[in-house]
Structure formats: C-alpha cells, structure tokens
C-alpha cells in the first residue's frame, strides 16, 4: 500500500458536545494528544502548528511548543494544551461555529517525516465547555513530511498532497 505524504491534514470530525455550547462561545484553548508511531522514521524533532481556517477566510495558527527531546519519538504518547492566542492575526475571538467540518488542520513545520498512531484533539470554551474534534486510530499510510525525498518506492511513499485554500 502506498503512503500518502502530507504537510497538512485536515482534521475531519464530527463535533462530539460535552456541556452546553452555543456556536457562538469563544474557544480559550485546544487540547491535541497523539502516539508516535513505532516504524523506523516515524519519530520527529520538527515544530507542528494547528490552524483554524475561520469563515472570514483568516487563518488562525497555534504554534506547538518546541519538542524536548523525548517528545514526538516512536512509541510516545505526548498531549499540548495551546491557549488560543487572542493578541496574534486572526485568532481574535474564534468561535464554536469556527470550529467546522475541514477548518482544521495540523501542520509540520519541517522536513523531517513523522507518523502518529492515533490523534485526538479537543476544544475547551472560555465557559469550560468540551469540544470533542477528533479522536482515534491515524491511517498508517498517512504521514506528515514537507521534504519531496521522503517520496519514494523504498518508503511507499507517494507524491500526492493535500492542498487547503
């Protein structure tokens, strides 16, 4: 089976409701837990972002803190709690109803491939509310990569992207 090599995936989801949210609650912060997968360059030091494509056609982007050195290796199960940053383009004021179906999307900010496990991924309001995004197994023949020579037959690797307006 060939893998599909992405610098950007889109987090599909059905929006799962913890409390009471109204489309117009303010989003305070996500919170993004992943295992590393197990094969040989699944592992990464890169930075990662997640961005929020809002109805107004900005575009909110969270960056991760920088990896220490045991994070995002193989086997290892990592969460980030990212404030949503209210000062930066963009991410002033983002709503529940920002929060839908293909709005959101994990970056990797380097050339380094990295393969997770299983993701999940979740909103908090500024009231305390859960926003269930995503949670569950991550298709292994999708990895995140931006270098073009990680697409190759010795990989099972190919060169389609998934491209984001």
Known sequence: MQKLIANTVSLSFALIVAGKVSAQDYIAKFVISH??????????HDGFSLEIRRANNGICTIYFPSPSSGER????????????PGFRANCQNILAADLALNRISLRINGSDMWTPIWISASAITVQGNHIGLVIGSWP???????????????????????NHP
């Open 73 to 84: 290796q193989r086997g290892v199960t990592d969460t980030y709690n990212l404030t949503v």
């Open 35 to 44: 295992q590393t997968g197990m094969g040989q360059w699944e592992g990464t």
């Open 140 to 162: 292994y023949t999708l990895v995140f990569s931006q270098d073009p020579t990680d697409v190759s037959p010795a990989l099972g690797a190919d060169a389609r992207r998934r």
